[in-house]
């Protein structure tokens, strides 16, 4: 097996689960978008959040948390976390989305723009602008390839990067069964396709749509903490770049699809690997702007998404 | 004579579902033609087919002997065809003035250029614009709501505000989409009489979709029936009022406006 | 022959701002950055005011076409400054050519921006044409002819009062005669609905590519006079951040207000410099004069409260699009 292989393999794992990151932002975009037709601008911070609150959640707690990462601890401050989001994601919905739902969207998206930056500035003054390192809590290191298995061993497979993937699997499915086998995900479903219809049918709309606000920040939470896990530098600004190519994933997929969502993050990911591998350290953003462009002409209902006509 | 507006068979498909199959309505020079069906018939799709929202999948749309399939819709309505929309569209942060104003910007002759050093063509241009625009409102009763934003009219006003700005786009058909939605009586009676002087005075065709049956078969020289996207009946009035499928089409309705 | 009234106003103000400029050399040059910096911003709104405001496209990379006519104007004067001649006269004929050409490089940037975003409405408008600033900025980051990531120095300093205020009061004269006319009319019903504005004859592409080069023209025009003024420009000066700054004008001036988004532009000019003369209060708490030093807090928390109290703005009267 050639080198030049190997080495498209590398780029390709590291793309997978950069990937995995971007897919569980996006579906909190997709998610939100899927109900109430807006994109939520201050997502991206949310992401950024959840990092944050591993990092102080380790610190406040160090009996608990601290000391010889375990699998045990990690998974703790991951639900912790995802906890802690999903509270924040649905505060932030009760009082500066819900007073104006029945505004212009514009309105709204201005509004998400102002959470998204008060919240960006507020991490800086809050946190520090300086950028923190996250403790560990794996113990990460590679795989031990064996020489059998020729050019492959040298291949560099992290077990962060293997959890990162697995975890990402394991939330998708959860949210699968969520949306696809319990009450609140018809109800959820129910509101994405007439959201007057499900009042009607008496679906408490605000519960619903506070639950998606949870669901899709502590997916966010937990991509804070999963990328926390594989780059231990963490800022307050980190959610902007991250939740804007999670954005550009979710468009590329399909926005209001799930499956979508989950498949242009992957996409993304690896786009981006590749980009750096094979073109251009600094062409990485600007490469993904054009794509999210080029989607938006060619075909702006995603991969995945349906397009709907406006009635006239 | 051959016909003003000639729609040809035209089918339009949206995703698996045929909103409009091969409908053929001719209009010619200053008729009154009504266009009726039960709700989801598809008559506000023959509207949008017309004026270039929509592009037909087959057939052919012809206005004045030229196609106008393809074309954007602002270039249908410099061919001379205008209309009004089943749930008003008006310029709701404009004045009452201004949205008729809108309507003329298709004559004009001057530009960016003109707009910035105000000669005086620009001037003169202007000024005759404001006269017919108040010509115009003043027939219809609305001149001296000319400041009054849009939005505080009543719905009665604004349903003519938007008859008035169709107008000034000088069209030879106008095309209405259920005018009498939401009127009184009162209101119907006057809009009947409005909608006959229109045709009159400004020698235009008009393709009237509506629902009251007093109001089409009071002032509708020919009428057409859609169900479900096809036309199942073409006549007079006294025609269609006693055409079978036409009857069974609305049977189980309740002819609350017969 | 008739001379418009708005005519007169620009004449007059023009006198005005080049007396006024003879006084700048004497100005306490704090007050003068500020003044300067005033007249920037106000070009800036009211030329995203005729994009966001007046036709209702959401734009929220403005800054981008800042940064090509910022850039483009710079390299000219750098590269060609001298071409005709080293005097006074020369240098500044010079200088107000590479303005126009950095505003008509922006308006092509804008042209390129426009065309696609056509058929993007509101949320998607709004990321794409931030994907275009990043874009442009990414450009200039890999330009070696342009500084790349070092930034951009060494430009002469020719703007002053009288050519910012000038140009400023151009924008305003220009933007506000458009609009005023049967003409401009169509981008205001574009703004209010688009499918109703075709329908009565008005070619929506048109007024849409019109807006979004026109602003970007001013945009660029704009840069020029800052890349001569602060002598120095670098590609992070002209983000995501100074877009926003420019649309939070706009935002709180009320969209499609003219007037409104000059006070805005003055008042949130202004806003930061005395933010930092809060900090400095003896006897305040610590906290507040932080909060006070970090003035996007403030303008994020602004912009959260406007839209759920009063979403028009100061002067605003507009909705914010079609109510649902």
Known sequence: MSEQLVEFLQQILNGLSQGAIYALIALGYTMVFGILRFINFAHGDIYMLGAFAGYYLVEKMPRLLGGDPTLAKAAAVLFLAMGICAGLGILIERLCYRPLRSRPKLTILITAIGVSLFLENGGQYLFGADPKSFPEIIVDQAFEIPASWGALSSLTILHSQVLVFGVTAVLLFVLRFIVLHTRMGMAMRALSFNPTAATLMGINTDVVIAFTFGLGSALAGAAGILTSIQQPSIDPLMGINAGLKAFVAAVLGGIGNLPGAALGGILIGLLEALTVGYINPTYRDPIVFAVLILILLVKPSGLLGKSTAEKV | MSALLDVDKVTVRFGGLKAVSEVSIQIHEGELVGLIGPNGAGKTTVFNLITGVYRPTEGSISFAGRSVVGHRAYKVTARGIARTFQNIRLFDSLSVFDNVRCACNM??????????????????????????????????????HRETACRHLSYGDQRRLEIVRALATRPKLLLLDEPAAGMNPTEKVELMNLIRFTQEKFRCAVLLVEHDMKVVMGICQRIHVLDH??????????????NPAVIAAYLGKEADHA | MRIDRGQIILLAALVVFGIASTFGGSMNPYYYDILIGIGINVILAVSLNLVNG????????????????????????????????????????????????????????????????????????????????????????????????????????YSNI???????????????SLV?????????????????????????????????????????????????????????????????????????????????????????????????????????????????DNRMILYSLLL??????RPQGLFGTARLGRKK
């Open chain 3, 54 to 157: 007046y036709t209702g496209q959401f734009s929220l990379g403005h800054a981008g076409f800042m940064a090509v006519g910022a850039y483009s104007s710079a390299w000219i004067t750098i590269a060609f400054g001298y071409v005709l001649g080293t005097s006074f006269f020369a240098t500044r004929t010079s200088f107000v050519l590479s303005l126009v050409l950095g505003g008509l490089a922006a308006a092509l940037a804008g042209l390129a921006v426009g065309i696609p975003s056509l058929r993007l409405r509101g949320d998607y408008l709004a990321i794409v044409t931030l994907g275009f600033n990043e874009i442009i900025k990414g450009v200039i980051q890999n330009a070696e002819p342009l500084g790349a990531q070092r930034g951009l120095g060494g430009i002469p300093l």
């Open chain 3, 180 to 292: 005023n006319s049967t003409y401009g009319r169509g981008f205001l019903a574009v703004r209010d609905d688009e499918i109703a504005a075709e329908a009565m004859g008005i070619n929506t592409t048109k007024y849409k590519v019109l807006a979004f080069t026109l602003g970007a023209f001013f945009a660029g025009i704009a840069g020029g006079l800052y890349a001569h003024f602060k002598q120095f420009i670098h590609p992070e000066g002209f983000g995501f951040l100074r877009s926003v700054d420019i649309v939070v004008m706009v935002i709180l001036g009320g969209m499609g207000s003219t007037v409104g988004v000059c006070v805005a532009a003055v008042l949130l000019t202004i806003l930061p410099e005395l933010l930092r003369y809060v900090s400095d209060i003896p006897g305040l708490p610590a906290w507040m004069g932080q909060i006070a």
């Open chain 2, 107 to 144: 004559h004009l002759s001057h530009g960016i250029a003109h707009a910035l050093l105000r000669g005086p063509g620009f001037v003169r241009e202007e000024e005759g614009i404001d006269k017919t625009v108040m010509e115009l409102l003043g027939i219809f009763g609305l001149a001296e």
């Open chain 3, 162 to 176: 009288f050519w910012t205020f000038a140009v400023a009061a151009i924008t305003i004269y220009v933007i506000v």
């Open chain 3, 304 to 309: 959260i409260i406007l839209m759920i109290t």
């Open chain 2, 229 to 242: 996207g096809k036309k199942i009946a073409e006549g007079t009035p006294e025609e269609i009022r006693a």
